[in-house]
């Protein structure tokens, strides 16, 4: 194993950390390529990347060396300032996004956020006094107070009341239900969704990508902003840089994170066409968005995916993996669904318990979501010969959980 320097716990004291996750008792020390090690050098095939944020996978040579120059040159002085990195990353992100400005956070919640804000200034310049937002049942945007206002799930809600208003929540695909809100809410700004529903089970609308056109065409009408989650979609996961790329409409807003750094801390939300210029100086800002360090991973980040044709290999290998479990694992009433490396296997019964088997089992790291969809988020730049390598551990991780 190489020489890494291990954190100094004091395992006979408390660890101070507040209770928010429930942990599995297992520690990593090391990661490289689509593999991570304990401190003892066991081997583990990551099929989760973090849930979906190392897309280029562990410890990548370029991403690594750009960190450590950056860091060792200049991480952080203040958006008072001009940043040409922050520039750069910018103009390389409106490349690949289709976007026009961009402002950078540091997760997808804090995106969401200025999403929100930006719907509610978008109402206000309209006389619009209480604007409201139409989302989607299971749904998930974050867990700051607004975001999990906005997330279609009552359970990260408990406890957490009042709820910020101004959502109106609709089925997800159901476009006569948009339809009907319309009629009974003329104070509607925008609609925000997920192209993909991660943490709802990888959930597609039952039109597929065409819901997308339907809602776009909808927000035409109706004069109102339509804004993208694509937090998780986003940067190459689904075989596009972008989700919204399947189809041939543009959104008014978009949002990300997770791979857009791959590991590091960053986020970005984006506006094009009639929400450009919304917020202006003094209506939003971040201590940390867009640091030198930030944006410097940033554009190492989109530059690398670009150069090392990553894409286009999560859109074949992550074709690939969900043809092969199909045809292994069809005789369980299993259905798999997937766009590039975004793929669900839909048990039959709740199968939470199979993160724990795989891990402990096969040296496999999945998890599970919607209770019992195993959630596949592995590396973009994924092999075949570590597809198959995936392909040996799962398949009879699962068949020995739907046996036993």
């Known amino acids: 194993m190489n020489h890494i320097t291990l954190a100094p716990v004091q395992p006979d004291q408390p660890t101070h950390l507040m209770a928010t996750y429930g942990r599995q008792a297992i520690s990593f020390v090391r990661g490289r390529g689509s593999y991570l090690y304990t401190e003892d050098g ?34 952080h002085t203040s958006n008072i300032f001009e940043i040409p990195w922050q520039t750069a990353a910018a103009q390389k992100l409106a490349e690949v996004s289709g976007m026009h400005e961009i402002f950078f956070s540091n997760s997808g919640a804090e995106s969401n956020e200025g999403a929100i804000k930006i719907a509610r200034k978008f109402g206000a310049q309209q006389g619009i006094r209480q604007p409201k937002i ?27 009341y009042p709820l910020v208003e101004g959502f109106i929540r609709v089925p997800f695909g159901d476009v006569e239900a948009i339809q009907e809100a319309a009629l009974h809410h003329p104070d509607i700004v925008a609609i925000l969704i997920e192209p ?6 990888i959930n597609t609308a039952p039109q597929g990508f065409s819901y997308l056109e339907e809602v776009r065409a909808l927000c035409n009408q109706h004069n109102w902003l339509m804004m993208l989650d694509e937090i998780q979609t986003g ?4 075989g596009k840089y972008f989700a919204y790329q399947h189809t041939n409409i543009v959104p008014d807003v978009l949002t990300t994170a997770k791979g857009l750094g791959n ?17 202006g100086p003094g209506s939003h800002g971040s201590t940390y968005g ?3 360090l930030g944006s410097r991973v940033v554009y190492t980040v989109i530059d690398t995916i ?16 969900v043809e092969q479990l199909r045809e292994r694992l069809g005789e369980f009433s299993v259905q798999v669904r997937g766009f590039g490396m975004m793929i669900g296997i839909e048990l039959p019964m709740p199968c939470a ?11 496999l790291i999945v998890n599970v979501t919607a209770g019992n969809v195993v959630r596949l988020l592995p590396p973009l730049n994924m092999t075949f010969e570590q597809a198959d390598d995936l392909l040996a551990r799962l398949v009879p991780a699962i068949t020995d959980f739907i046996k036993a």
């Open 196 to 201: 993909i529903q991660g943490e709802g089970g």
């Open 290 to 292: 867009g640091t030198v």
């Open 306 to 321: 670009q150069k090392e044709n990553v894409i286009e290999n999560a859109e074949k290998v992550g074709s690939y993996i």
């Open 235 to 238: 940067n190459g996961r689904t």
């Open 134 to 160: 139409i989302v989607a049942e299971k749904s998930f945007h974050g867990r700051t107070l607004a975001t999990l206002s906005a997330t279609g799930n009552s359970k990260v809600q408990e406890g957490f």
């Open 263 to 279: 590991g590091f801390p960053v986020g970005a939300v984006m506006t094009q066409g009639k929400a450009v210029g919304l917020l």
């Open 353 to 363: 318990d199979i993160v724990h088997s795989a891990r402990d089992n096969y040296k």
């Open 42 to 75: 066991t081997e583990y095939l990551d099929a989760l990347t973090g849930i979906a944020v190392c897309g280029l996978g562990h410890a990548h040579p370029v991403i690594a060396e750009a960190i450590a120059e950056q860091a060792a040159t200049l991480v």
